[in-house]
Nanobody, 117 residues
Framework: QVQLVESGGGSVQAGGSLRLTCSASGRTFSSYAMGWFRQAPGTEREFVSSISWDGNRTYYEDSVNGRFTISRDNAKNTVYLQMNSLKPEDTAVYYC??????????WGKGTLVTVSS
């Protein structure tokens, strides 16, 4: 099992940048595929980005592709989401997700990102 805690959210002007951090505790973190999801008010939670356990494969939702970058440092049990060129429509609560080797999902409690025009 793993516990996930997000940080780095806040308020930023359109065009600005933020870096979100997901800090994990628990065994076998390095075997977990990791991802970021977000949920805006009145919407369903949606996929943003994910990264394989070894960092060799990354995936992005079309609307963030080219603006966001996911990375991980297994030695620090940490996953990052670098968010550049932020837009008001990026405003949401961002959640970190881990998936273990048998397909069990673990979620953080979220961090709020607010982008103003």
């Amino acid at each position: 099992q793993v516990q996930l805690v997000e940080s780095g959210g806040g308020s930023v002007q359109a065009g600005g940048s933020l870096r979100l951090t997901c800090s994990a505790s628990g065994r076998t973190f390095s075997s977990y595929a990791m991802g970021w999801f977000r949920q805006a008010p009145g919407t369903e939670r949606e996929f943003v980005s994910s990264i394989s356990w070894d960092g060799n494969r990354t995936y992005y939702e079309d609307s963030v592709n080219g603006r966001f970058t996911i990375s991980r440092d297994n030695a620090k049990n940490t996953v990052y989401l670098q968010m550049n060129s932020l837009k008001p429509e990026d405003t949401a609560v961002y959640y970190c997700k881990g998936r273990d080797s048998v397909g069990m999902d673990y979620w953080g409690k979220g961090t709020l990102v607010t982008v103003s025009s």
